[in-house]
């Protein structure tokens, strides 16, 4: 069973602080990372990927990837109260001849406080 | 200009019904995803088409059945709607290439009396 873990939060930081969101995957074989961002009521919407080891950045967010360890992450820089949602790490768990099939994590709530 | 629309948003019905929520995207794309989000936020893959042959079908119920007429859209027909069906439903599309991303669209919250 492919999987992939966040913790479910909630991670509160305060407005201007660097929250750190964590995603761990199981299939060792995985090749494509995404970080999507849902706010509540909404759906999820890309904000990041990543495909080779090391650091991906893209304005105020960091991805970074370390496959040996099997860990992805986000950091998010001068997070800003509007930066609160829900964060969900997708991973391709492998080319499946036709279609990709990403595997969710439960998401982990970010809550920046002003 | 929506690039995947979901329709309807919101769709309230009894128990033993049968509903439809239909998809589209512009994208272009030529693989389409149904996603279940059930209460506690958890987004699961049910099915996938490429180019309207169903490639992915995660042990869903045979209540559901999805119908792709065309690569442009993906339907999902539901049968004797249960209490457990309640949820959002994601439709999603992305180009096959390995690790393209998936596009959401609003999803349809579905509620069961």
């Known amino acids: 069973q492919k999987e992939v873990e966040q913790n479910s939060g909630p991670l509160s930081v305060p407005e201007g602080a660097i929250a750190s969101l964590n995603c761990t995957y199981s299939?060792?074989?995985?090749?494509?990372f995404f970080w999507y961002r849902q706010y509540s009521g909404k759906s999820p919407e890309l904000i990041m990927f990543i495909y080779s080891n090391g650091d991906k950045e893209d304005g105020r967010f960091t991805a970074q990837l370390n496959k040996a360890s099997q860990y992805v992450s986000l950091l998010i820089r001068d997070s800003q109260p509007s930066d609160s949602a829900t964060y969900l790490c997708?991973?391709?768990?492998?080319?499946?001849?036709?279609?990709?099939?990403?595997?969710f994590g439960k998401g982990t709530k970010l809550t920046v406080n002003p | 200009d929506t690039a995947v629309s979901q329709t309807p948003k919101y769709l309230v019905t009894q128990m033993g019904n049968d509903k439809s929520i239909k998809c589209e995207q512009n994208?272009?794309?030529?693989?389409m995803y149904w996603y279940k989000q059930d209460s506690k936020k958890f987004l699961k893959i049910m099915f996938s088409y490429n180019n309207k042959e169903l490639i992915i079908n995660e042990t869903v119920p045979n209540r559901f059945s999805p119908k792709s007429p065309d690569k442009a859209h993906l339907n999902l027909h539901i049968n004797s709607l249960e209490l457990g069906d309640s949820a959002v439903y994601f439709c999603?599309?992305?180009?096959?290439?390995?690790?393209?991303?998936?596009?959401f669209g609003d999803g349809t919250r579905l509620s069961i009396l």
């Open positions: 997708a991973v391709d768990p492998a080319y499946q001849g036709g279609s990709e099939k990403l595997v």
């Open positions: 994208l272009g794309h030529d693989t």
């Open positions: 299939d060792r074989g995985s090749q494509s």
């Open positions: 999603a599309s992305s180009q096959v290439l390995r690790g393209q991303p998936q596009h």
